[in-house]
Nanobody, 114 residues
Framework: VQLVESGGGLVQAGGSLRLSCAVSGSIIGIGAMAWHRQALGEQRELVARVTYDGVTYYADSMKGRFTISRDNAKNTAYLQMNSLSPEDTAVYYC?????????WGQGTQVTVSS
């Protein structure tokens, strides 16, 4: 099982980015998918989570700015990030419940300049 994130990059404050996380490999089923982030010198934190049925959860600081979604047919989750600020600068990691285990992606860097 492999999780591959894409869509990170450099953006100015107030801008937007859309991250993607594609799950590949020999898969029976994918449960909840989530995005976490880790800023330099900080602990990894949960950003948002979406169940197979589309129920979502957001960390308080992301509510109203970030939107998590998924396409079950494509085994892919997305994170639309709007109104980005320098405080959102971090490596963003995808996490998924796959079959009877969990998996992490390698991370994608998001840098927001002021």
């Amino acid at each position: 099982v492999q999780l591959v994130e894409s869509g990170g990059g450099l953006v100015q404050a107030g801008g937007s980015l859309r991250l993607s996380c594609a799950v590949s490999g020999s898969i029976i089923g994918i449960g909840a998918m989530a995005w976490h982030r880790q800023a330099l010198g900080e602990q990894r934190e949960l950003v948002a989570r979406v169940t197979y049925d589309g129920v979502t959860y957001y960390a308080d600081s992301m509510k109203g700015r970030f939107t998590i979604s998924r396409d079950n047919a494509k085994n892919t989750a997305y994170l639309q990030m709007n109104s980005l600020s320098p405080e959102d600068t971090a490596v963003y990691y995808c996490h998924a419940e796959v079959d009877f285990t969990t998996a992490w992606g390698q991370g994608t860097q998001v840098t927001v300049s002021s």
